[in-house]
């Protein structure tokens, strides 16, 4: 895909969240819609998939670990067609096959249950290893909150992976700069996330998290490395291209009405974000 069908795939990808959760009314958006570009690029054609059949030996494997922000990955997941987009109206409700938080028992396409924060990066650098113990070469990709950077388990799978030498694992922070209860900083001082895993063996870059031809790219860079797994820490906006909670102060779960949808909806097809 071209940088501009990327980036229209990423407008649709928000366009179609909102439209699934109006009538819910409620969500995560904010960690939803600052991995939305990242989403557009993975499941824009940079990952081996086969939607028809979501268990494919030879895919490219995807773990959320901030499972919280689960409905972006399902409405990446209905675009391309791994189950109707009609069930995005379900997402969090009773009998869904569509849990707030991400389970690989009940969805089409997610490859690890996450919402325990730091599980899924572990569980990810896991598969990432079994996969080279067996000799194959499908990438795994991964993502975790800059807050989850918090959890212990982060850095036991930090230290791992290069050990490892798992240059086919490739991960993000989404370095949105805040957590569940505000800024990232005011609760733990991350620092320099790219010197800290640079220190611990990674090839590390810092990327604009929106611009989805530097993603690209440095997801090309990563695919060079030989012996040591990549992280790109995306530099983003949470809440970003949804005008009700890009530029709330505490938008880490959103309650809103249909008509703060449908505006934000609309924004969205002007090409707003
Ligand atoms: C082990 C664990 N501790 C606490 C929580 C509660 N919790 C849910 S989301 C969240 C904040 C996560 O922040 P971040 O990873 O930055 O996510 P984002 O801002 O991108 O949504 C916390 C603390 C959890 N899910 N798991």
């Not at 990955?73 to 791994?82: H, R």
């Not at 795994?140 to 050990?163: F, K, M, R």
């Amino acid at each position: 895909m071209v940088q501009e069908d990327t980036r229209a795939f990423a407008q649709t990808l928000r366009i179609e969240l909102l439209r699934g959760l109006r009538d819910v009314g409620q969500g995560h958006l904010g960690g939803a819609m600052s991995v939305m570009d990242l989403l557009a690029v993975l499941y824009g054609g940079e990952m081996k998939i086969d939607p028809q059949n979501p268990g494919w030996d030879g895919r490219d494997y995807f773990v959320l670990s901030k499972g919280h922000a689960g409905p972006a990955l399902y409405t990446a997941l209905a675009v391309k067609g791994y189950f109707p987009l009609d069930w995005l109206k379900t997402i969090n409700s009773n009998g869904t096959r569509l849990p707030s938080h991400c389970d690989r028992t009940k969805t089409p396409g997610v490859d690890m249950s996450a919402g325990s924060l730091g599980q899924g990066f572990s569980a990810a650098v896991g598969i990432a290893h079994g996969l080279k113990v067996q000799g194959k070469d499908n990438y795994v990709y991964t993502v975790v909150g800059d807050g989850e950077c918090n959890e212990g388990q982060v850095w036991e799978a930090a230290l791992y992976a290069p050990s490892h030498r798992l240059n086919h694992l490739i991960a993000f922070v989404d370095k949105n700069g805040k957590q569940l209860d505000g800024p990232t900083d005011d609760v733990l001082v991350l620092g320099d996330l790219r010197q800290k895993f640079e220190d611990f063996g990674w090839f590390a870059l810092d990327v604009d998290g929106h611009d989805t031809d530097a993603i690209r790219a440095a997801i090309a860079r990563g695919k060079q490395q030989t012996d040591k797994p990549t992280m790109i820490i995306l530099h983003t906006v949470k809440g970003k291209g949804c005008s009700f909670v890009e530029h709330e102060l505490n938008n880490h779960h959103a309650r809103f009405t249909a008509a703060q949808a449908d505006e934000a909806i609309a924004a969205l097809e002007k090409g707003g974000c």
